[in-house]
């Protein structure tokens, strides 16, 4: 089976989480892929919404839609185990294009292999990806991914919120087309990390979007492809300039702390979300009103997923900042800062986080540390209140945005300083 492409040579082991599970990734000599569509592996868990994750599949399909931001005369799909504590056998996997749902086209539909074979098997923290199939796509074109998991699996390696439906039914059903079979649904995604393609005109390097859920898509309309990174694509590809937006959000992360729901700390995973992507060359970073919300919501309403309460200064998240800059550039990324939006009149928004948010984005405003700042936060909020997102953007939890507020974010991002 093929392993992960890391942008640096030779092989390295990264820790998958904070109870060190690894996962291998080696480098090929030379690579023309481009990641086209990523999304960032969490441990299985109870989460914001219920899940198939804590048990995961036996005898079972699961069908599997995303839309990629670029096209490619041929596809690769990576497959993630990282927290898995068994070996993961897939038994047989397709990839089709989607028309809606569950269906696809039968005529596009072509079965994944690695080292030829149908059945393969994924290792207890690692990441694998399959063999080049030939298959032609367009940008912002959906796609299917199913995969037969014939033995039980035991908890799944998934991505809780994935504002996606996916799809599950008994016994092999990779191959059926109309999808009727598929009647059991679930809002995250499984196993699938990323998809990757070769071929199609020249581009420019791909983008990682690297945040939580302002950036995973909390608070957009589900299955209509209306995150901030999906405005982004859709805005470059209008401009002329299509390039790869990937989208590694995690709702709930935070840049300092490690969660057992909520996906290890930004600074822990940079390594295995934006540096091990192939063919990116710009992170924008979209980072804090986690690590500054969540210590304030542990008395007024103590979710457990929120856990652990840490209380993080400022000064505790700029430092992880300036760690996650000097990772990108010694891996010659051109770094974006975003500034925080704000949150009032959430749990999360209170004096002592106000001025947590205000020192920060002072900080990433003047201190010339990133390569250059998107300033989301002047752009979103409300001209009569500054400390609150403008009310046409608000999703209505005052945090999160709606599908015009992201398509705002996007409309706000100076395309030049994404390089």
């Known amino acids: ?22 996962a291998s990734f080696a480098a090929p000599a ?60 897939i038994a047989g996997a397709t990839i089709a294009l989607s028309t809606g749902g569950a269906a696809v086209r039968a005529d596009s539909l072509r079965h994944l292999t690695v080292h030829g074979t149908q059945t393969f098997t994924v290792p207890a923290g690692a990441e694998y990806a399959s063999d080049p199939v030939p298959f ?22 998934y991505h809780a919120q994935a504002m996606a439906t996916s799809y599950r039914c008994a016994g092999d059903q990779r191959a059926e087309a109309d999808g009727t079979v598929f009647t059991e649904t679930s809002q995250s995604w499984y196993y699938l990390s990323g998809l990757d393609v070769t071929g199609g005109p020249a581009r420019p390097p791909g983008i990682v979007l690297f945040g939580d859920s302002l950036t995973d898509g909390t608070g957009s309309s589900p299955d209509a492809n209306r995150r901030f990174p999906d405005a982004l694509a859709e805005r470059l590809a209008a401009a002329g300039r299509p390039r790869a937006v990937l989208n590694q959000g995690i709702g709930g992360n935070r840049v300092t702390v490690d969660s057992g729901w909520l996906g290890v700390s930004a600074t822990s995973r940079f390594r295995r979300d934006v540096l091990g992507q ?36 400022a000064d505790e998240i700029i430092a992880g900042y300036r760690d996650m800059i000097q990772q990108g550039r010694a891996a ?29 984005n002072t ?31 608000d999703s209505g939890d005052h945090l ?9 974010m996007a409309d706000a991002v100076d395309l030049a300083a994404l390089g």
């Open 1 to 22: 089976m093929s392993a992960l492409p890391h942008r640096q040579s030779g092989s390295a082991t990264m820790t998958a989480d904070a109870s060190h599970a690894t």
């Open 30 to 89: 030379t690579s023309s892929w481009t990641a086209a569509w990523t999304t960032s592996p969490q441990r299985p868990g109870a989460g914001f919404a219920p899940n198939w994750s804590e048990w995961g599949f036996a005898h079972q399909t699961v069908r599997q839609v995303v839309r990629l931001s670029v096209g490619g005369d041929t596809v690769r799909v990576r497959l993630s185990n990282a927290y898995g504590t068994a070996p993961l056998t």
């Open 136 to 157: 032609k796509t367009a940008g912002l074109e959906p796609v299917t991914v199913s995969l037969y998991l014939a033995a039980p699996t035991g908890p799944a390696t």
């Open 278 to 313: 192939p063919g990116v060359g710009t992170v924008v970073i979209l980072l804090g009103i986690n690590d500054i919300g969540i210590s304030e919501v542990a008395e007024a309403s103590p979710f457990p997923v929120f856990a652990p309460y840490t209380d993080v200064s």
């Open 332 to 360: 010659g990324l051109r770094v974006v800062g975003a500034t925080v939006m704000p949150a009032k009149p959430s749990a999360f928004s209170t004096t002592r986080s106000e001025a947590k948010r205000t020192a920060i």
């Open 363 to 393: 900080w990433i405003r003047t201190s010339g540390e990133y390569d250059a700042v998107l300033d989301l936060d002047r752009a979103l909020v409300s001209s009569s209140a500054p400390d609150r997102l403008k009310p046409a953007f």
């Open 400 to 408: 999160h945005l709606n599908d015009t507020g992201y398509r705002a």
